[in-house]
DNA sequence: TCTATCACATTTTTT
DNA sequence: ATGTGATAGA
C-alpha cells in the first residue's frame, strides 16, 4: 500500500509524479486538488529532494496551515517552507531590508493603518478630496502597486483622470512609509518583486535555494506576485501552478486571470493536467454550474464530471420580498435539522453583500438557530486591541507614526489635534518620524511649554516600555497594560455595563501573548509576533468545529463546501453587482461568482431572488439576475412563492417588475410541482391557486407556516385515531393541539406506551384506523 | 481639548 | 439601518 500514490485517478497520478519542469494544474471545484499538492510535495520528498529546496505559496493562512498538516502527515520530517505569499515577502524583507532602504524592525501596516497615512499624504500634497475619496485613493494605489509601479516609475505617465490624484498623492505616501520604516500589504510584494529585479546575484542564489515552488490559486496572483514567482524560477524552472480560471474572484484586487490564462505561453515546455473529476458535488448542481460558467468567454475550457450519484433538483425560489426569503430559508433548515437529520454547520448562506445576511440573522435567531458570520472585520481590527498592539509596535519600531497616532493619546493625556497637527507639520518638514518630532519638541516653536511638558511625559512613558521590550510578550504586555492604564481606561470609558466586551478582548490579546510564548520558548520576539498578527486574517478565525449555521459572502465561500448551500439576492444589480455592469470583464467575475457559490454545494442548492427588496432603509423592487437565464432550467425546480404580503395586498410593484419572459414567472406551476419528491407534491398545494389572498395573513412567517399547514390537512387527523409512524410504528392519537402550522398532535405508541408529539405539518404520521 | 451632533455613504476584502 | 467622520460648541 503505497499512502502517496494509491487511490488517484490518472491526471491526478501524472500531477503528483511529475518532477522537473514547469506544470500546469487546471483544477475544477472539488476535484481534489489540495490531495494532489500535498501528495506531489510527499513524492518529490521521498524522490529524495530536500525539504529545504521546496517552497509553496498560497494565498491564505489557512491554506498553507492546512498543507502543511497533510504533508506532514504523509511525510514526516523536516517541514517544507509553505506559506502566504506575504509572509514568504516578510522574511524576505526581513532579511534583506537595507536592500530596499528599510531596517529589519519594519513595521507592516494594515488596511487601517494605511488609510490614515494615506490622508496624512493627502493633507501633505495639499490634494482636495472633493472630487475623489480616501477609498478611490487607496484603492488606486493599491493598483499602482500591485502593476509594479513606483512613484519614479509612474513619472510621464499617462493616467486616467481618475487615478491623476492618486498618482500624485502616491510619492508622498511612500515617503512617509519609508520615515516610518514601514509597509503596506501591496508593499511587501513590490519590495520583494523590485529586490529581485535590481540585484540579480540574490535573484539567482533564491532561485537555486527554492528549486521547486508550488503556487496555489494561481488564477489569484497579482503581476507582482507573478514577477516574485518568475524570478525565482528562471534557471530551475521547476515551477508548478494549480488554479482555475472560472474561480477568479479577485480581479478588483489586481488578480490577473492572464497570468493563468498565458502561462502555457511563459513556460512553453509545460506539461498541462486537468482535474475535472468533480468528488464534491451532486450531477445536478455540476450541471447548473457548469451551463452558467459556458457563458463565460475568458477562460480554459474543462469537462466537469462527477460519479457522484443523482440528488434532488436545484430550486430556484422567488419570494416576494426579503424578508420571507430570510424567514422560508430559517424555516427550511429548522426543518431539515428536526426531521432529516442535519446539523446546523451542514448549512450555508451565501450572499454577494454583507448587509443581505441581517434578515436571515434575525429569522435564524428567533428560531434558535446557531449561527456565525463570517466578517471581514473582526478580532484585531477591535479599538482596543489595534491600540494595545500599536503600544507593542511603537516599542518594536519607534518611527511607525500609525501606531503613535494611534495612541498618543489613549488614554486621553492632554495631547490632541492641535499639537499634533504641529508635530506633523514638523516631523513632515524634516523628515523625520512623529516620535523623533516630539523628543524633540522644543524646537517646535508652536507647541506651549505645558504641552511640551505632556509630550515628555509620553516619551518618559514609551522609554520604560521600550526598556522591557526584551522580555516575554505575557510580561511585556502585562507592563504595558499597567503602565499605561489602559484597562482604567476601558473601565471608564464603558457607557453602563455594556462595554464588558472589550475588557474581555483585552484578556483574549494576553492569553494570544501568553499562547505565542509557549509555542516561542526561544525565538519568541517581539517582531516575530506582531508580524505573525499582522497578517492574520479574521476568516482564519472561522472555527469549522463548532456547529453552527455559516452566513458569508460569496467571496469568503471560496475553497470552502457544505451539505447544503442557499445562495440569496441573485438579483440584477446586486450579483451581478451594479457596478460591475458595464464592463465585460467584471460582469464575467460576477459569473465566476455565482460558479464558486454553486459549487460549494455538496448535496442540495437553493438559489433565491426577492422581489423587494429592503435597501438603505428602504423597499425596492428587484429584478432577476440575467445569471438565472442561463441555468438549465428544466431541470430544476422553480418554486414561485409569491404571495400577499404586509406591504400591500394590491401589491403596486408586481406589475412593474419585469421578469424575463422565459422564465414564466406568473405562470401555473404543475409542472414543477411534478418534478417535486412524492411528499411534497400533495393535491392540496396543486389544487390551490398560490396567487389567492390570504386576508388574515399578517407576517410573512405566519404566510409561511400557513402554507406548510396546507400541505397536510390537520383536520382529518382526529383523538382515538390510530396513526403509524416511521419510526416508532403505531400508537393512538391522545390528544391535538395548537393550529396551522403549529397544529400539534399527541401519540401514545403502542411498542413503549411513551407519548411523543408531533406537528402534523412535518410529521410523517400515516393514517391506519379512525379509532 | 473634548464631546455631542449631524451629515454622509454604503461591493466584494485571501494579506 | 448603521456606522463613521467632520464640525461646532462647551
Redesign the pocket.
Known amino acids: 500500500m503505497d499512502l502517496i500514490l494509491d487511490n488517484l485517478t490518472d491526471p491526478q497520478r501524472a500531477a503528483v509524479t511529475h518532477m522537473d519542469g514547469p506544470m500546469l494544474m487546471l483544477a475544477g471545484p472539488g476535484s481534489g486538488k489540495t490531495r494532489v499538492v500535498t501528495h506531489r510535495i510527499a513524492h518529490l520528498l521521498r524522490e529524495g529532494v530536500p525539504a529545504s529546496q521546496i517552497l509553496a505559496l498560497t ?4 491554506a498553507a496551515e492546512e498543507m502543511l498538516a497533510r504533508v506532514q502527515q504523509l511525510a514526516p520530517g523536516e517541514p517544507v517552507w509553505m506559506s ?1 505569499f ?2 514568504f515577502c516578510a522574511r524576505m524583507l526581513r532579511q534583506y531590508s537595507s536592500l530596499v532602504g528599510l531596517q529589519e524592525n519594519y513595521s507592516i501596516y494594515d ?1 487601517a493603518d494605511a488609510k490614515a497615512t494615506m ?1 496624512r499624504a493627502i493633507e501633505v500634497s495639499g490634494i482636495s478630496l472633493s472630487h475623489t ?1 480616501l ?1 478611490q485613493i487607496a484603492n488606486a494605489i493599491s493598483h499602482f502597486k500591485n502593476q509594479l509601479l513606483t512613484p519614479e516609475s509612474m513619472e510621464g505617465v499617462n493616467l486616467p483622470a481618475g487615478k491623476m490624484l492618486a498618482a500624485k498623492v502616491y510619492p508622498y505616501y511612500q515617503q512617509l512609509l519609508l520615515v516610518a520604516n514601514a509597509v503596506d ?1 501591496d508593499c511587501m510584494l513590490l519590495h520583494v518583486a523590485r529586490m529581485l529585479r535590481e540585484n540579480p546575484e540574490l535573484r539567482e542564489a533564491l532561485d537555486s535555494r527554492f528549486r521547486y515552488i508550488m503556487v496555489d ?1 494561481y488564477q ?1 496572483t497579482n503581476l507582482a506576485q507573478y514577477a516574485i514567482v518568475r524570478s525565482l524560477s528562471v534557471v530551475h524552472q521547476n515551477l508548478a501552478v494549480t488554479g482555475d480560471p472560472d474561480q477568479s474572484i ?1 480581479g ?2 489586481g ?1 490577473n486571470l492572464n497570468n493563468i490564462l498565458d502561462f502555457e505561453n511563459d513556460y512553453p515546455q509545460v506539461k498541462t493536467v486537468r482535474l475535472e473529476q468533480n468528488y464534491r458535488s451532486t450531477p445536478n448542481i455540476l450541471r447548473v454550474a457548469d451551463q452558467l460558467i459556458t457563458n463565460n468567454t475568458r477562460r480554459k475550457h474543462k469537462g466537469l464530471y462527477t460519479h457522484n450519484p443523482e440528488g434532488a433538483a436545484v430550486r430556484l425560489r422567488i419570494y416576494a420580498n426579503g424578508y420571507q426569503e430570510a424567514d422560508d430559508i430559517a424555516d427550511q433548515i429548522v426543518e431539515q435539522i428536526q426531521n432529516h437529520g442535519r446539523s446546523p454547520k451542514d448549512f450555508a448562506i451565501l450572499c ?4 443581505l445576511t441581517r434578515s436571515l440573522e434575525h429569522s435564524l435567531r428567533s428560531r434558535v438557530v446557531p449561527y456565525t458570520i463570517v466578517r ?1 472585520v473582526e478580532f484585531y481590527q477591535r479599538k482596543e486591541i489595534k491600540d494595545l498592539l500599536s503600544y507593542l509596535q511603537l516599542i518594536n519600531n519607534p518611527a511607525n507614526d500609525a501606531a503613535l497616532s494611534r495612541i498618543v ?1 489613549t488614554p ?1 493625556r ?6 499634533m497637527d504641529r508635530v506633523m507639520l514638523f516631523a513632515a518638514r524634516h523628515r523625520i518620524p512623529l516620535f523623533e518630532a516630539i523628543c524633540r519638541c522644543d524646537e517646535i516653536e508652536s507647541i506651549k511649554p505645558r ?1 511640551r511638558g505632556l509630550l515628555k511625559r509620553f516619551v518618559g512613558i514609551i522609554d520604560s516600555l521600550s526598556r522591557k521590550a526584551s522580555s516575554s510578550l505575557e510580561d511585556l504586555l502585562r507592563f504595558v497594560l499597567e503602565q499605561t492604564q489602559y484597562s482604567d481606561y476601558l473601565r471608564f470609558s464603558t457607557v453602563e455595563g455594556e462595554d464588558n466586551d472589550a475588557l474581555a478582548n483585552v484578556d483574549e490579546l494576553v492569553s494570544a501573548a501568553v499562547e505565542f510564548d509557549r509555542q516561542h520558548p526561544d525565538d519568541g520576539s517581539l517582531e516575530t509576533f506582531l508580524e505573525q498578527v499582522a ?6 478565525a472561522w472555527e469549522e468545529s463548532s456547529d453552527r449555521v455559516t452566513l ?2 460569496l ?2 465561500a ?1 475553497g470552502l463546501e457544505f451539505p447544503c448551500v442557499y445562495i440569496i439576492g441573485v438579483e440584477d444589480q446586486v450579483l451581478p ?1 451594479h ?2 455592469h458595464d464592463d465585460p470583464m467584471q460582469f464575467e467575475e460576477e459569473r465566476r461568482l455565482l460558479f464558486v457559490g454553486i459549487t460549494r454545494a455538496e448535496q442540495t442548492l437553493q438559489l433565491s431572488m426577492a422581489k423587494l427588496r429592503s435597501a ?2 428602504s423597499m425596492r423592487p428587484a429584478a432577476a439576475s440575467p445569471f438565472l437565464l442561463e441555468l438549465p432550467r428544466e431541470e430544476m425546480q422553480v418554486i414561485d412563492a409569491h404571495q400577499p404580503t404586509q406591504y400591500g395586498d394590491d401589491n403596486d410593484f408586481d406589475v412593474d417588475v419585469e421578469y424575463p419572459e422565459a422564465w414564466d414567472m406568473h405562470a401555473d406551476h404543475d409542472d414543477d410541482l411534478n418534478q417535486l419528491p412524492p411528499e411534497e407534491r400533495t393535491p392540496e398545494t396543486t389544487s390551490t391557486p398560490r396567487t389567492a389572498p390570504i386576508a388574515s395573513v399578517t407576517t410573512a412567517a405566519q404566510m409561511l407556516e400557513q402554507q406548510m399547514a396546507n400541505t397536510i390537512d390537520p383536520d382529518i387527523y382526529t383523538v382515538g385515531m390510530i396513526v403509524s409512524h416511521p419510526e416508532y410504528g403505531s400508537g393512538r392519537i391522545q390528544s391535538l393541539s395548537g393550529s396551522g402550522g403549529k397544529r400539534t398532535a399527541t401519540v401514545n405508541f403502542f411498542v413503549d406506551s411513551i407519548e411523543r408529539r408531533f406537528r402534523l405539518s412535518h410529521a410523517q404520521l400515516t393514517i391506519e384506523s379512525e379509532d
Open positions: 494565498f491564505t493562512n489557512k502566504t506575504h509572509r488596511m490622508k475619496s477609498d500589504f490559486e489569484d479577485y478588483w484586487r488578480a454577494r453583500m454583507n448587509y471581514g493619546n486621553a492632554g495631547i490632541g489635534k492641535t499639537t504641552t497578517l492574520i486574517s479574521d476568516t482564519d458569508m459572502t467571496h469568503a471560496k453587482h457596478r460591475s438603505r432603509g
